[in-house]
């Protein structure tokens, strides 16, 4: 397609729409390095004291610790689910394969408050609130969605020519799916596990309605914290947590590609 | 929405070996029963039980819950606030994202790239971050009072109140409103606009008779998903409205947080599908006049 030159109309009016979506992620670098003991805009004075205090407060490192392991644990077991899922529904495609698809993805569809208050009733009965099995599950249910349909995707566009190959030359399934398919995943695969991570190490609305008071995440207490005052230390964290969301950005780029995953 | 379902290309069908299948499938199936059909199914259930005054539950059955929320006036106002709130939402939503996503539309290589970046960037960003960095924006000693104070003007009231809950959902509801506005300026092809343009059309007919019926499909679809979010989200009115701002998903949370009245929260969480319901029936409806 022939450039066709932008108007410079466009370009201020959409300059200044940029500047407010990115407002609120830019802000918080300043705060974060704030001097100050409450928000104060411009900051009196620069330090990195508020970097230092997350490490003190064993609160948000207990959380922290909680929401790594989650998010490690829901990332290797939406791989394990998303990736023979997606292989049936692109390779096997049994009858209703397409209706299969979106019952997958369906959790998607429910607003995570609603998503949430679900969970909450019924693992109130098992006795799975405030627990690590609680918030597995509850992750996992959302970030399979994400998992199958990159994999599906993924798979769909793969060329069948290389498995065939292999299958004529005498290797059974299971090989030529683990020699040969797998291998020629792995962009998919590291853009899946990126994009599962992150959602579960993110996630606050089914979490919260998930957590008790022995056991809670990073995101749960930042909401917490928050709720009760607006000290410059969630502004450090969240430094952090936007240095994270980029590299995953930067990784879905690099394997997966921003426009396939993202724009439908 | 829509947009998440796996395009499954049509592929020339191997034997279908029904056993290997259904052994693959039994753990994301079960996942979906657990954590998915039979909660919600459930909630439904819930919505008719009995409560005590004290919160707890008898045991009973009751319409008490549905009776509550269709004649209390607190309740009907809270619907109704909800759905002009986000529907208000979804106006500024969409003039704010337009520029950006044809912006997008029309640059190609590198710079895409980069707008991609910026547009997914907060997109993936938790919503208690962004949240955050619109309370530092709007306190009443935050940036922007500052800058105004600074300029000698005299400062707002930004925050805690439904003012701070529109500006900063508007934003966090971007992203999703770019990306859907995106996929559907599919239809928008160049030479249409320049064939417009060379027939006499001066730039500003061209971009309300041209690009914005053409791109219709996509703003009735951004417009969808954004309502749906708006109507159910959570964390920014509750942390920007301060408790002082009341929508339907503020007072789910509290109903089930803090009140623990789980039939009365399952009653509203029901409600909300019932608005997406109805917001998708105006969708579809939508679409069809427009296709």
């Not at chain 1, 466009?10 to 670098?29: E, H, T």
């Not at chain 2, 020339?12 to 954590?35: D, E, H, M, S, Y």
Request: with cysteine.
């Amino acid at each position: 397609m022939e450039d066709r030159p932008i108007s410079l109309t466009l370009r201020i009016v959409a300059g200044i729409m940029l500047l407010f979506l990115l407002a609120p992620v830019l802000i918080v670098v300043p705060i974060s390095f704030s001097a100050d003991t409450y928000m104060a805009f411009p900051p009196s004075g620069w330090s990195v004291k508020w970097y230092v205090a997350i490490f003190q407060d064993p609160k948000m490192i207990n959380a922290f610790w909680v929401s790594l392991a989650l998010a490690v644990l829901t990332t290797v077991l939406s791989l394990a689910i998303g990736l023979p899922a997606a292989y049936v529904l692109v390779r096997l495609r049994p009858r209703g394969s397409e209706a299969m698809a979106s019952f997958f993805t369906a959790p998607l569809l429910l607003p995570s408050i609603v998503l949430g208050l679900a969970l909450l009733v019924v693992f109130a009965t098992f006795g799975l609130l405030g627990t690590f099995q609680g918030f597995l599950a509850a992750h996992l249910v959302i970030t399979l969605p994400y998992a199958v349909r990159v994999l599906s995707t993924a798979l769909s566009t793969l060329p069948r020519a290389v498995e065939e190959a292999a299958t004529t030359l005498g290797a059974p399934p299971l090989s030529v799916f683990f020699r040969v398919t797998l291998p020629m995943m792995r962009n998919a695969i590291v853009a899946t596990s990126a994009l599962a991570f992150l959602v579960s190490f993110d996630e606050v609305v089914l979490s919260l309605f998930m957590s008790g008071p022995r056991i809670s995440t990073l995101p749960v207490e930042m909401y917490h914290h928050v709720e009760n005052e607006a000290d410059p230390m969630v502004a450090a964290i969240s430094v952090l947590l936007i240095v994270l969301t980029f590299a995953v950005v930067v990784v879905v780029d690099r394997t997966a590609g921003l426009s396939r995953t993202f724009v439908k | 929405m829509t947009a998440i379902a796996p395009t499954l290309e049509a592929a020339p069908a191997r034997r279908v070996k029904i056993p290997l299948a259904v052994i693959l499938l039994i753990p994301i199936t079960l996942i979906n029963l657990i954590g998915f059909v039979a909660p919600v199914i459930n909630l439904l259930s819930f919505s008719f039980r009995e409560v005590q005054a004290t919160g707890a539950m008898t045991g009973g059955s009751s319409i008490a819950s549905w009776v509550a929320i269709v004649t209390d006036p607190f309740y009907i106002e809270l619907l109704v606030n909800s759905i002009l709130t986000s529907l208000l939402i979804v106006v500024l939503t969409l003039v704010c994202s337009f520029p950006i996503a044809l912006l997008l539309h029309r640059t190609t290589g590198f710079a895409r790239t980069v707008l991609l970046f910026v547009v997914i960037t907060p997109l993936l960003t938790s919503a208690v971050v962004r949240t955050y960095g619109w309370i530092a924006l709007l306190l009443d000693g935050g940036v922007i009072n500052s800058l105004l104070s600074l300029a000698g003007l005299p400062t707002l009231k930004l925050i805690f109140n439904s003012t701070g809950v529109v500006i900063g959902l508007t934003e966090i509801l971007m992203p999703y409103m770019i990306l859907s506005l995106l996929a559907g300026f599919r239809r928008l092809d160049p030479r249409v606009e320049e064939a417009a343009l060379t027939l006499g059309a001066n730039p500003f007919q061209t971009f309300w008779r041209i690009i914005v019926p053409l791109t219709l499909p996509g703003v009735a679809l951004g417009s969808l998903l954004c309502f749906v979010l708006a109507v159910s989200s959570f964390i920014t009115p509750k942390l920007l409205g301060g408790g002082r701002v009341f929508l339907l998903a503020t007072e789910i949370y509290d109903q089930a947080m803090v009140t623990l009245n789980w039939p009365l929260a399952s009653t509203l969480a029901i409600m909300i599908l019932i608005v997406f319901g109805g917001a998708l029936f105006l969708y579809l409806r939508a679409l069809r006049a427009i296709a």
